[in-house]
């Protein structure tokens, strides 16, 4: 089935403890790219990458690391994660060319 | 910078009623919009899309949408509401240059038996 997976699906954590989110898709889609949801805020996208090696900054990525050394793997890197990264996060991807993203089912993360 | 807006934080609608959800956008050169909808504790689901072509665009579940330049709009629409499109729906728009996505906050619908 194809389809992005996303883990943990839910992370309770302490401030400043390193955390990695994991994102991998079976779609052999170049494009990934990691979102944060929080109420009243909508999705807002934090980093990209249209392939292997190359990332970029979306319009919040401070705070978050990113890499993607393999196709299928994007994952999200909170070195020291804080209160107000406590949010739900989404993977997604797609084929480069194409516009439609697929969408994991997300990760409730919970820094306190 | 691009932007999306999605005035309506609430739609409420009767069932078979139809309903309109709004978005307007800004982009420099041409949009590249979407709509997608989010059930409970699920990811996003691929609505429909505007490339290019006819502004009138059809997508899943009979949803359907308008793009209309002069006003910077893409709402979307459904002739007769069903009880199971309650969900939380988002616009989008893609610059066509780079990876850049940016949604809208995001409106509630809810169409009510």
């Known amino acids: 089935e194809a389809q992005v997976t996303q883990n943990p699906r839910y992370l309770i954590t302490v401030t400043g403890k390193k955390l990695t989110v994991t994102c991998s898709q079976n779609m052999n889609h170049e494009y990934m790219s990691w979102y944060r949801q929080d109420p009243g805020l909508g999705l807002r996208q934090i980093y990209y990458s249209m392939n292997v090696e190359v990332t970029d900054k979306g319009d919040v990525p401070e705070g978050y690391k990113v890499s993607r050394k393999e196709k299928r793997n994007f994952p999200l890197i909170l070195e020291s994660p804080s209160p107000n990264q406590t949010s739900l996060y989404f993977c997604a991807s797609k084929l480069a060319g194409s516009y439609e993203q697929y969408f994991g089912p997300g990760t409730r993360l919970t820094v306190t | 910078a691009q932007s999306v807006a999605q005035p309506e934080d609430q739609v409420n609608v009767a069932e078979g009623n139809p309903l309109t959800v709004k978005c307007t956008y800004s982009v420099s050169g041409n949009p590249y919009l979407f709509w997608y909808v989010q059930y409970p504790n699920r990811g996003l689901q691929f609505l429909l899309k505007?490339?290019?072509?006819?502004?009138l665009v059809k997508g899943s579940y009979g949803f359907e949408a308008e793009f209309n330049k002069s006003q910077t709009s893409f709402h979307l629409k459904k002739p007769s509401a069903l009880v199971s499109d309650s969900a939380l729906y988002f616009c989008?728009?893609?610059?066509?240059?780079?990876?850049?996505?940016?949604f809208g906050d995001g409106t509630t619908l809810t169409v009510k038996p």
């Open positions: 505007y490339i290019t072509g006819d502004n």
């Open positions: 989008a728009v893609v610059n066509t240059n780079a990876g850049k996505s940016t």
